[in-house]
């Protein structure tokens, strides 16, 4: 198994593509350190002054304008203060900020990345014509394609560890080394949860694993469904999409029809989870998780039984 897995490696790494990916991510990195600075601006070194500032000011134009705008304006003013009394600049931007303000957001790239070569992992070999001469090698079918999948799994993680790299460094360059336990809040569905900004990257790239994984499932599957390389991308491109739009119609659905919760599709961001125990009203990581693992289980069984019943003739 050892040898066609590094043989499923080379194979991948000998494509032009996958190195071009790599060099998506880095660039995506620097990108958005170039515009998280910019955005940014000069830290302010007297930023509770500043705040306080804020705060009497909001106060002075609250007692002049109407009721409802007066709700609007004692919630900036609450929010304001939570900082001061909490001692958090609003402002404040390091490295870990910025991995966890822009390099998280970036994942969302990595799927779309594992999900295009999952997608033409097997389908390209009936494109280039190359099918048979992977199955007549004294290898079961099974360990051929469960090869090819693990060879997808280590490529991905490698696209992430190449995110995760890209961007401490960028950031280290760019915004220096700041405090990696530095208090920040994040907006929750219930208000602004208080978090420390590196364990909350860490958290939430825990969280993302597991989505991509289910999500790649997909796309191999997708794989062994189709022939056509430029189908099976297709089709895994667009339920990735697909995915992120039904999640908020699924959460809306979910308050009527209790069924609605064990789709898949609002199960797919468990990054929500690193700032509230529970969705869907009384749905909690454990319970996400196994949906997931269900669908996921549904997903191999499916892609490895038709891989072993398919006709290779092309």
Do not use: C
């Amino acid at each position: 198994m050892i040898s066609l897995i590094r043989n499923e490696l080379m194979k991948m790494f000998q494509k032009k593509s996958s190195w071009i990916y790599l060099i998506i991510i880095v660039i995506a990195v620097i990108a958005g350190g170039i515009i998280y600075n910019i955005a940014s601006g000069e830290p302010d070194e007297n930023w509770r002054a500043s705040l306080q500032a804020e705060i009497e000011q909001l106060q002075q134009h609250a007692d002049e304008t109407s009721e409802g705008e007066q709700q609007y304006i004692n919630e900036q003013i609450q929010q304001k203060q939570k900082y001061l009394d909490q001692d958090v600049n609003p402002d404040a931007v390091s490295n870990w900020h910025f991995m966890n303000d822009v390099v998280y957001g970036i994942t969302m790239l990595v799927t779309l990345l594992s999900v295009i070569v999952a997608s033409a992992s097997v389908s390209s070999e009936f494109t280039d014509g190359t099918i048979k001469q992977l199955l007549i090698r004294p290898h079961q079918r099974w360990a051929i394609l469960l090869s090819k999948y693990l060879s997808i799994i280590i490529y991905s993680l490698i696209l992430v560890f190449t995110l995760i790299v890209s961007g401490y460094l960028v950031g280290l360059i760019t915004f220096g080394n700041g405090e990696f336990t530095a208090k920040i809040f994040e907006m929750a569905i219930d208000g602004e949860k208080e978090a420390a900004v590196g364990p909350q990257f860490f958290l939430k790239i825990a969280y993302f694993l597991p989505s991509l994984l289910v999500i790649t499932a997909i796309a191999f599957m997708l794989s062994t469904l189709f022939k056509s390389q430029a189908l099976a991308v297709g089709i895994g491109i667009f339920v990735l999409f697909l995915s992120s739009t039904l999640g908020g119609l699924i959460v809306f659905l979910a308050e009527k029809y209790e069924w609605a919760k064990y789709l898949i599709f609002p199960h797919l961001d468990l990054t929500i989870y690193a700032l509230q125990d529970k969705i869907l009203g009384d749905v909690t990581l454990p319970i996400s998780l196994l949906i997931l693992s269900v669908y996921y289980a549904v997903f191999m069984i499916l892609t490895f039984v038709f891989f072993q019943k398919r006709d290779i003739s092309i």
